[in-house]
């Protein structure tokens, strides 16, 4: 059981994995934003590229 929750933590997800998530949505309008804490903040997903064979989800943020 440990193995697999490690696994699920460290593995990541495919384009595949994280596009039938996002479709479970119903609110289908709603932002999507990328936090590195659990969800206390998060910063907005400004472009998706690709480079060396992973999907990059990248924040612009315009410091103040």
Not at 19 to 37: A, C, G, P, R, W
């Amino acid at each position: 059981m440990v193995d697999n929750m490690l696994d699920w933590k460290c593995r990541g997800k495919t384009v595949e994995e994280l596009i039938e998530e996002l479709n479970s949505f119903e609110d289908q309008s709603i932002k999507v934003e990328l936090s590195f804490d659990g969800g206390t903040t998060s910063v907005p997903i400004s472009i998706v590229g690709k480079k060396d064979g992973k999907c990059l989800l990248i924040s612009v943020v315009a410091e103040e």
